[in-house]
Structures are given as C-alpha cells and as structure tokens.
C-alpha cells in the first residue's frame, strides 16, 4: 500500500534522493528476512511531509541506533558500513534529514524528512 500525498514537492535531485531512498530499502529488506517492507509517505505530528521505510528485522541495540549513519559502522558481515552513511550524506546536500528510531513491533524505521 502507498499513502500518497498530492501537494508534496520536494526540490532536490531525483537521482540523489531515489539512490538514498532505493538504499534505505535495500537495507529493510536484507533485515526484514522475508517479511514486508514498509514505505509510508505522510505528514507528521507537526504537519511537515516525510517518508518512512520500516522494516521488520530484530531491530537494534540503543548504542547501534545511535551509530546508524556513521561511516564504516555495520552489523552485517562482509559490509563496509558505507550505505546508510552515503544516503544521509546524498540527503544531507538537498536539505534533507535522515533519522531512525525503533519500530513499535521491533525493528528500523528510518525517516525521511525536510530540515528546518
């Protein structure tokens, strides 16, 4: 299922955010061990747009979600640790943020969202 939202108009470079977004997901799924990935575009409590991949793996301990991003840290065996990091750096150029919190189920959320 995708939510869409008609008035949401990101100026940023498509080929930037789709490599970002295309390795968000790619991640959920090498995580996810065959269960659903799910993408949710929406509006947040405050109003502002963002798009959020969940997954549903095992989730992370408090000091690996606090690392998620940094360059050369990974969890996954024969990994550079480089993916996430590009992906918030790609965003990060656009004026885009990237954060990630626990699932309510377990699991990643990581969401997608314009910096204020």
């Known amino acids: 299922r995708i939510d869409v939202l008609e008035d ?6 498509g080929e930037d955010v789709a490599e970002a977004i295309a390795a968000l997901i790619e991640n959920a799924r ?3 061990e ?3 990935v799910e993408l949710w575009l929406g509006r947040d409590g405050d109003g502002d747009w963002c798009l959020r991949v969940i997954d549903h793996g095992l989730g992370c301990t408090a000091e690996d979600f606090a690392r ?3 360059p050369f840290f990974t969890r996954k065996a024969g990994h550079l640790g480089l993916g996430l990091f590009l992906g918030r750096s790609l ?3 656009h004026g885009l943020q990237l954060e ?17």
């Open 91 to 93: 965003l990060d150029r």
């Open 100 to 116: 990630f919190e626990p699932g309510l189920a377990g699991g990643t959320v990581a969401t997608i969202r314009e910096r204020r």
């Open 8 to 13: 949401v108009i990101v100026h940023a470079d």
């Open 34 to 36: 065959g269960t659903a």
């Open 30 to 32: 090498d995580v996810s």
């Open 68 to 70: 998620l991003g940094e």
